[in-house]
T-cell receptor, first 111, second 113 residues
Framework: GENVEQHPSTLSVQEGDSAVIKCTYS??????FPWYKQELGKGPQLIID?????GEKKDQRIAVTLNKTAKHFSLHITETQPEDSAVYFC??????????FGAGTTVTVRA | SAVISQKPSRDICQRGTSLTIQCQVD?????MFWYRQQPGQSLTLIAT?????????ESGFVIDKFPISRPNLTFSTLTVSNMSPEDSSIYLC??????????FGPGTRLLVL
């Protein structure tokens, strides 16, 4: 099955700086890569996703890049704000519609 | 997008009892899933809930322990049977829309004493 590795496990940034989280996947057939944000006491919230026919996607302060050759994808958050503090999960999906998740990154934005 | 609600939001149960968690989606979805998230951990897929037929379970999860129903396109239940403290976890319902984008419910926080 698909194996997704996520780094770093924790990330502390100064407010206004950028945050980058990286994930690698094992199955070259994976074609869909969502990112979820989970705040304390809540369910995972989809924040951005990318499909395998696209190399980059941006939504305001959030961007995701995909390198299919190297089998890795990254989440970039610019101009971080305290409300960006949360746990972020990357995931990858092969054709059977099941998501495989990374271990998660705890992001702390220092004011 | 699909909006997913779960009931109950949390519960404290005695070992040996069972709890049924309900999941309701506000629109027709293609697939529904149940996940478990242990404290501080990532999400683990329990099973895919199939409409009108038996759920498809992942390795390590069995129907006798986690019976699942999906009577229609927008509703599913997960039962955690004969609970032990090791079942203390967050249980998450998830669904994919027609574009195969996957959304999650708020979760059910279960503590077994």
């Amino acid at each position: 099955g698909e194996n997704v590795e996520q780094h770093p496990s924790t990330l502390s940034v100064q407010e206004g700086d950028s945050a980058v989280i990286k994930c690698t996947y094992s199955d070259s057939a994976s074609n869909y890569f969502p990112w979820y944000k989970q705040e304390l006491g809540k369910g995972p919230q989809l924040i951005i996703d990318i499909r395998s026919n696209v190399g980059e996607k941006k939504d305001q302060r959030i961007a995701v890049t995909l390198n299919k050759t190297a089998k890795h994808f990254s989440l970039h958050i610019t101009e971080t704000q305290p409300e960006d503090s949360a746990v972020y999960f990357c995931a990858a999906r092969v054709n059977d519609y099941k998501l495989s998740f990374g271990a998660g990154t705890t992001v702390t934005v220092r004011a | 997008s699909a909006v997913i609600s779960q009931k109950p939001s949390r519960d404290i149960c005695q070992r040996g009892t069972s709890l049924t968690i309900q999941c309701q989606v506000d629109s027709q979805v293609t697939m529904m899933f149940w996940y478990r998230q242990q404290p501080g951990q990532s999400l683990t897929l329990i099973a895919t809930a199939n409409q009108g037929s038996e759920a498809t379970y992942e390795s390590g999860f069995v129907i006798d322990k986690f019976p699942i129903s999906r009577p229609n396109l927008t509703f599913s239940t997960l039962t955690v049977s004969n609970m032990s403290p090791e079942d203390s976890s967050i249980y998450l319902c998830s669904a994919t829309d027609r574009g195969l984008t996957q959304y999650f419910g708020p979760g059910t926080r279960l503590l077994v004493l």
